[in-house]
């Protein structure tokens, strides 16, 4: 599932391809066919992301909300855009560029109090400014739930994904397993304020890197890591293999239906 910077990134290229300007609104699959027909032609004028939901304001009908799930895909292109697929369940278009929604688990036509109550039911983001992390701290410091847990959970913090949980507690030598309530005021704004930084690089270089400047290939003489997720990191998707720093193994372990990976020697 795309983990907050995806969303935030297509947020960013919705409103440099489309925002301002009338849209014609498709949905070739039928599915958002009733709401489409209300926005076809109307200008876009707002996007907004929150974790990983993606809102698309159209002028005077509300808004979209765009949940893409597991399986859902948002690409784009420029004109004239090829024929659509029986898949697309939204498609965007105007003079220039077409945006094509697959396969997403929400594609709905929502209001304003709506939209609000989809805001008001998550956590901080980190990539939202209106936001010091703060909500978040209130919850964990009290919780008997594992601090891997609740990054994972998104009415506690919206946007984390399985990459960002791994590696923020790495970076901060964090036991996953330890208690929420055992985590320190410190260490939950280190936390906070390093996951504002690493996901806003994930917005600009739309994919993950978590790696310091030391611990990068060309500075340790290592072979770049190959994974199709791209990206540089301690410890995603390499259980087994010899920890960056302590050259200990790479543990996996499932929590909570999701593969969580650490160090036990750095994450002690």
């Known amino acids: 599932m795309p983990e907050g910077h995806t969303i935030h990134r297509l ?29 076809d032609g109307r200008p876009l004028t707002g996007v907004d992301a929150h974790g990983k939901h993606l809102f698309l304001g159209f002028e005077g009908a509300g ?15 420029t004109v004239p855009a090829p024929p659509p697929t029986d898949t697309v369940r939204l498609r965007l278009l105007n003079e220039e560029h077409h945006a094509d929604l697959r396969g997403p688990t929400a594609c709905a036509l929502i209001t304003d109090p709506e939209k609000r109550a989809i805001h008001d039911r998550l956590g901080p983001d980190p990539l939202r400014t209106d936001e010091d992390g703060e909500r978040a701290w209130l919850r964990i ?41 055992d985590l320190t005021r410190a260490e939950w704004d280190a936390i906070w304020a390093d996951l504002v930084v690493l996901m806003r690089e994930g917005v600009r270089n739309n994919r993950i890197d978590t790696v310091r400047p030391e611990h990068l290939p060309e500075a340790m003489g290592r072979p770049p890591r190959v994974d199709d997720h791209g990206g540089e ?29 650490w160090c036990p020697g750095c994450q002690a």
């Open 11 to 39: 947020a960013a290229d919705h409103r440099d391809r489309f925002a301002g300007r009338p849209v014609r609104v498709s949905s070739p699959q039928g599915k958002f066919s009733e709401g489409a027909a209300l926005l």
């Open 141 to 181: 410091s009290r919780s008997r739930i594992t601090v891997a847990a609740l990054l994972m959970d998104q009415k506690v913090i919206a946007g984390v994904g399985n990459v960002y949980r791994a590696e923020v507690l790495f970076r901060h030598g964090i036991d996953p397993y330890r208690l929420g309530r």
């Open 63 to 77: 808004w979209v909300h765009i949940h893409l799930g597991l399986f859902g895909k948002l690409g784009f292109g």
């Open 233 to 261: 990191v301690y410890v995603y998707r390499r259980a087994r293999q010899a920890c960056h720093i302590c050259g200990g193994e790479i543990r996996t372990a499932d929590l909570a239906a999701r593969n969580l990976f």
